[in-house]
């Protein structure tokens, strides 16, 4: 009787394997793992760091939910697998056609209550389904079981296959290959300064001059500290968006759609203009310490040679804390899953991800961790190092980057507006030159504070302030010279005493008629898409829009409002 | 038809001047173009107008309905800014009731809501529209044409609203009015706003149109002479940097007789609203001569405008200035 009983429940168990290893098949590998395959360069753990743990809590899951389910018997056993496949269908409808395209998982969060009304539409559609398939497939009666598990087998096998084939294309490309020469930029000497000389960059990332008039008015002594410095007001960044910005910023290389984009990281950093700034840079002591979180951006395996605070990442480097892997990558596959209105409770946090593998020290504390950088400066200060030279340094922060996150007094703040953002970063701003002031290094040091790029429309012109070394003012100076950062390689250079033919902003005359352009990636359908850099996916820009204008900031949105000048077609697109 | 674009464009300086007018005095020139005149005077406050120009005098008188008459002692044309009113409703249908709705992406806009509009609606829609605004039928024939006009049932349009990501932009939008119908002419009018201002399309076509995108791409590729239609696009633009307030509207015209360009701006001190300078050129963008080009100049003062216009003998735009100018 005992062995019958057993024999029975075993049944059960086996019927029950197929629909439960679907649903926890989804939520618990497939759903998490098709993203980071079409995303890994945004991730820093590997493939088989993510896989292992989330098979390691998969398999036992699809057990367990059989075993339980067969604890049931008869028709509550039917019942029990028609509601998992049903689950399953819902969860496979949903991500294949009824997801909305809510933008790019970038540190954003989606205003939720604007979705309303598809929330419930779409919560009503899952009801539907959801009762369709549980009815009827109940009234197969005889037939439920094998009819679930039939199912089960058809969704089971269409995804497998398909994780299949996405992770041998992923595991066969540069995307999983690069990973074995990961370089990252470590913080150990991020609060360090020299005491034979400085110079010093503030890119705070996106940053429009726009957003210091906007600022002003709400605090109009948030520019107090910088009085000595001059403000350049019609700073133009030459490209929109972090990359290509920065690249160009830093090799002077103007970027190539004609060629993929590693290859312009490298043709960059190894170019004659790069190789000459460098040279220069080392020939006058400097050292170069960039510090910042996210070196996706920049090709920085190419730029090994110059900058001090380059390493390989080894294995060793970092610890894997699969805990909060493993819960926000299951976050993650659930998000996608769920009806609309549930989504809100489990919108991804992209700083979980850089929380779960984090480095064994030297992290930068820069651009994902809201306002470490000023409690860090606030509580520690900056350490006056003897003997290693002068130092060449990058400090790149968030800027008034969406969304928007520190307040006029630079604490973390959710809720804080563009101004707030704005203020807070000049506060820290203003926090740093305190502490230079303090270790005596201030009045010799050069301290550009400026942005790699504005908004992708209207406020596309850029922030720039400069204090040289030795300069001291009772107010600050403003310049409305056409500046851009074609010119920051020859301002340095100007600024760290050597003489050079590379264009300076102080070669531009104020009134000069000069003609400049900005580009952005933008997504244009009557060009086609391609590939997407370091992924397996297809990318999500087609072109960049290139606008040409002489002028000022107006004249800028002029030519943006009548369109671009030139269409340049990618070969492959960054994101 | 050339002299009447010029005068449209003075009075759209002028009048947009009004707008901001609180007693203010205005001045100025127009040095180049086809309508030179050594002079231009004009008297505003938030009741009315009175202005010189050259040896022609208008005036404009604010009504009780909120209406403003613009003429002299013989005749005016009313101006209507019922703009709002008539498409609050539609706005209010798109999100009640849209017939069609749709997530897409771009790189900015993520939704899009959709009306169709039935003949009687679309011809319903047209009167209103020339209601508010009378300009847009300045020879007075537009109306009776369409209250003549057959609404076959094939007759539609459709008005739709594309939201952007509020995450990045939370106040931009477009709205785009497709007419594939004879009861107007055949049109589409596009709108995109956001915080700097915006961009608008009207193209008009006189064959019948299936796809718009197709139809204005068309148009736009045209070559000279050979027009498949008539589109003016342009942008208007704010800026206020704390100081002072620009505004800046440009337009071209494209598949008409001639080329033309507007370029209108506006500077306003932001602590002396009354203080402000407005420039435009009107031009031939295939010859590049200029057409007129008109500076105006405003300070404020404590005289009052004396407007006289008549109130009995309300006609239409045209019939005003071809009145006033002997066109």
Partial sequence: MAQNARARYMRRFRQALLPCGLLCFMYGIWGAMEVFTGNAGNFRFTYFEALIPLLAVTVPASLLLAAAAALLKKRPFSLALCVILALSVCSYVQNMLLNLNLGLLEGSRVDWSRYTRHGVINLLIWAGLFLALVVGLMLLKKHTRRAVRAVSAVLLAVQVASFGVVSARHLTSDAHSARDTTYVLTGDQQYNVSAEGNVIVFLLDYFSNDYIDSALRLYPDMLEPLRDFTYYDNCDPTYIGTFPSVVHMLTGNPFDNMVPIDTWFQQSWEGEKARYFYSALAEKGYKFNFFDSSNDYFGIQYAQPYVNNLRVLQRSDYTVRYDRLVKSMLQLSAYRYVPHALKQYLEPDTFTFYSAVPLNGGEVTTCLNRNAFYNYLEGQGLRKVQGDGKYFIIQFLKGTHPPYHLDENAAYDASATLEQTAAGYMKIVAAYLDKLKAQGVYDDATIIVTSDHGDKENSMQIMYFIKEAGVHRQEMAVSSAPISHKEMLGTLLRNMGVKSDLPSIYDIPEDEPRERTVMRNYIDTNYPYVPKYHSTAVGTHTVMYAYTYTGDRMALRKQFRRGPTQILPLTESFN | ?327
Avoid: H
Avoid at chain 2, 229 to 257: H, P, R, S
Avoid at chain 2, 284 to 309: I, K, M, R, Y
């Fill in chain 2, 1 to 327: 038809m050339k002299k009447l674009i010029c005068w449209l464009m003075i009075a759209m300086m002028l009048l947009s001047s009004a707008a901001l007018a609180d007693s203010s005095r205005v001045t100025g020139t127009i040095p180049k173009g086809m309508l030179a005149v050594s002079a231009i005077e004009g008297l505003f406050s938030d009741t009315g107008f009175e202005m010189t120009i050259g040896d022609i005098k208008l005036s404009g008188a604010v009504q009780a309905d909120g209406s403003l008459l613009v003429g002299n002692a013989q005749q005016s044309f009313r101006v209507s800014v019922a703009g709002a009113a008539l498409l609050a409703p539609l706005m209010q249908r798109l999100k009640s009731e849209p017939t069609f709705e749709n997530a897409m992406y771009s790189s900015k806009y993520i939704q899009a809501q959709q009306i169709e509009l039935s003949a009687a609606e679309t011809l319903q829609l047209a009167l209103s529209a020339l209601d508010a605004c009378p300009l847009l039928d300045a020879a007075g024939t537009l109306r009776p044409a369409l209250e003549q006009a057959a609404a076959p049932n094939e007759t539609w349009a459709t008005v739709t609203r594309y939201e952007a990501d509020v995450r990045q932009y939370p106040n931009d939008w477009m709205v785009q009015v497709n007419v594939f119908a004879p009861v107007l002419p055949y049109m589409r009018i596009e709108v995109e706003s956001d915080d700097f201002g915006s961009s608008f399309e009207v193209a008009i076509s006189e064959t019948p149109v299936t796809d718009w995108d197709e139809t204005v791409l068309a148009i736009e590729d045209a070559a000279p002479g050979q027009a498949a239609g008539k589109l003016v696009q342009g942008f208007t633009m704010v800026y206020d940097n704390g100081k002072e307030k620009d505004t800046y509207v440009e337009a071209v015209t494209i598949g008409f007789e001639q080329a033309y360009k507007l370029e209108m701006d506006c500077v306003v001190n932001d602590a002396e609203p009354r203080s402000w300078y407005a420039a435009g050129t009107l031009s031939n963008t295939l010859t590049g001569d200029v057409v007129l080009e008109a500076g105006l100049q405003s300070v404020s003062t404590s005289a009052a405008p004396a407007p006289q216009v008549s109130t009995d003998n309300v006609t239409n735009a045209a019939a005003v200035f071809q009145a006033l100018l002997g066109l």
